[in-house]
Every structure is written in C-alpha cells, then in structure tokens.
C-alpha cells in the first residue's frame, strides 16, 4: 500500500536555527514527492516537488529537500527559520492519487 | 487570477443529516479533487472529477459523492452524516486529468456533525 509517514508530530525551533522535517514513504516504485504548508485558516501551499533527476530540490521561501532513494526518504530542510515558519508540514506522494502524511507542527521560538 | 473559493467557511449539522459544499476551482483548471482532514491527520482523498466526471476515488463509502459542472465548479455531498465526518474539507484544483500537475487547494469548509 502507498504510505508516506511523518515521524514527528511536533518540532519546536529557535528563530534562526536550522530545520529539518523527516518524511519517509513506502510505494512500489519511486512516487512524486511534494511538501506543503498549511498555516491556520489557510489551504495548502505547495513548498516543492520531486518527480525525477535532481535529488536535491529547491523551493519557495528558502526551503529545500533532499531525496534519498536508499532510505526511502524526502526530508525538508531550511537552513534559517523565521518565526512566520511556523505552520503544519506535510508531506506527500504521489502513485495514482495524492497521499500526505499525517504531518509535522513547527514550532519557532524567539 | 482567482484562486481556490469554497463555501460555506464552516457548517454544523446533526447525525444523519444531509450536507453540500461548494467549490470553485481556479482560472481554467477543469480538474476538482476533495480531501477530508480530520484533526490532527493529513487530507484524505476523497475523489476527483476531470471535465464533468469521477475520475478516481478514495476510500469512501458512497454517501459521499460529488459533482462537476460545466464551470468546472463542484460540490460534494454527504448524506446520513456521522460523527466521524467531522473534518476540514479541501478541495483543490489542477489543470489536468492528472493530478500530480500541482494542485491549488482553497481554505475548506470546516464541517462539525453533532
């Protein structure tokens, strides 16, 4: 079964730290990948997306991911967060239709 | 450019009641996919429609089913409410049959079933 998961719920960060979200997926072949935001009271932005080549994908504000064939994985990363950062992450992926993950809540701290 | 609009921004309704929401996709998108999130969970497909017709569904039982119009606006319906389906509703549009074009997804309609 197509499954992406999203090991932590929560991540708090300081403003200005690094950031990393995991994101794993199980498909038979590779899927597309996508991270969106989800701020409250918004829909879903879509951050960037990975259908082939490149393994390294850059995104809209300053995000970037980084997908690892041998572990199955499609984390997110950002070098600097700024405290409008905070939001819902989710990852997805795409077989026949758009799975997300159960998604993570970024926390940043001043 | 408009964007993705749904409507109404929020809904209480009781068990076994019948409920519509509305959609309207984005400038010259002829493709509507429906997601229901429940709290603390990622959006769950609930189906598409490509130029008037289901084009793909998830693992919903029948009392949820939808509509396109010519507009390429759409509804989703669900009858017999549970409590269960209380949930955020998305809706996205996209400008293909094929859904992994990006999809634009509006700010849903929070559905609360009593």
């Known amino acids: 079964a197509q499954s992406v998961t999203q090991p932590d719920i929560h991540i708090t960060v300081s403003e200005g730290a690094s950031l990393e979200l995991r994101c794993n997926y199980s498909?038979?072949?590779?899927?597309?990948l996508f991270w969106y935001v989800q701020s409250p009271g918004q829909g879903l932005q879509l951050l960037l997306k990975?259908?082939?080549?490149?393994?390294l994908v850059q995104g809209i504000k300053g995000f970037e991911a980084e997908f690892k064939r041998s572990q199955s994985s499609f984390n997110l990363r950002k070098p600097s967060v700024h405290w409008s950062d905070a939001a819902e992450y989710f990852c997805?992926?795409?077989?026949?239709?758009?799975?997300f993950g159960a998604g993570t809540i970024l926390r940043v701290k001043s | 450019e408009t964007g993705v609009t749904q409507s109404p921004t929020h809904l209480i309704k009781t068990r076994g009641q019948q409920v519509t929401l509305r959609c309207s996709s984005q400038?010259?998108?002829?493709?509507v996919s429906w997601y229901q999130q429940a709290l603390g969970q990622g959006p769950q497909f609930i189906f598409q429609?490509?130029?008037?017709?289901?084009?793909g569904r998830g693992n919903f039982p029948p009392r949820f089913s939808g509509l396109q119009f010519p507009n390429y606006s759409s509804e989703l319906n669900v009858n017999a409410l549970e409590l269960d389906d209380s949930a955020l509703y998305l809706c996205?549009?996209?400008?293909?049959?094929?859904?992994?074009?990006?999809?634009?997804f509006g700010p849903g309609t929070r559905l609360t079933v009593l």
């Open positions: 990975y259908f082939s080549g490149d393994t």
């Open positions: 429609y490509y130029r008037e017709e289901e084009n």
């Open positions: 498909y038979g072949a590779t899927p597309y």
């Open positions: 996205a549009s996209s400008p293909s049959g094929q859904s992994y074009n990006e999809q634009f």
């Open positions: 400038s010259g998108h002829n493709t």
């Open positions: 997805a992926g795409y077989g026949n239709k758009l799975v």
